[in-house]
């Protein structure tokens, strides 16, 4: 994940084993969502009891997950407030999260996920809801990445060309069209097996500056 996404440098407010831990039991957390879906009788119950055994094994061994680097560790804001990036698309620490793996940043940014079940609509395919979900999200980043401030989304408009697949690599792709004062044009797409299966375009609007000079948001 690009810099773009870290409050402030100063170090976590906690240790960088309890960030593993934390991400470690969010991935458990996603894996046991999928089971629950997948599995019933017998199986079910291994994959619940394996899961919690990992979560175990996590906790009482601190050295199992000395080799992690924590992707999304709390940091300190400007205020010396602790920021959890609970980000329900991004955060390796948000169970709901896929997460997404950020790929580039430029002309375009890019994303990349493969989704499991539990994201599913109809069978085998994604919800539509979560196809709006995803493409806010990375045209959001695409207009963060493009401009100095936060902005929120005032219009997004998807079209669902065809069904977006669960299991197979999805790349998620946004840019930013056009800038005018507070207001930043994004458009982007969802792209499967090299064909596009919804595309997006929207308007993030950045919050009227106070009277301090500062923007409202973040
Ligand atoms: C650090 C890590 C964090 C990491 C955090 C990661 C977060 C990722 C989140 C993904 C993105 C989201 O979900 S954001 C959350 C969902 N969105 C929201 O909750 C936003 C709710 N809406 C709002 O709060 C507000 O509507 C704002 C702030 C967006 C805008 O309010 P405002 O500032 O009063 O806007 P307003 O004056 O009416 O309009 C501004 C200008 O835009 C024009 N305008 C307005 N609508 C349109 C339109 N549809 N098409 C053309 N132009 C328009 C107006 O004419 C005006 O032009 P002119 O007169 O200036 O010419």
Known sequence: ????????????????????????????????????????????????????????WALEDPAALRDRVPVHPPRLDHRGRVRMFTNPVLSQRNPLAPPLTHVSDGDECEFRVTLPLQYQGPRNMLHGGYVGVLLDDVLWYAVRHASTGISFTRELTVTYERPVPLFEELRIVGRVVEAEGRKTFAEGEIVAGGQVCARATGLWIAPKPRRDGHGSAG
Not at 40 to 53: F, K, P
């Open 1 to 56: 994940m690009s810099d773009l996404l870290d409050v402030d440098s100063r170090p976590a407010p906690e240790s960088s084993e309890d960030s593993a831990l934390a991400e470690y039991v969010a991935e458990v957390c996603r894996r046991l969502s999928a089971g629950l879906l997948r599995e019933t009788g017998d199986d079910l119950r291994s994959v619940v009891a394996a899961e919690v055994r990992s979560v175990q």
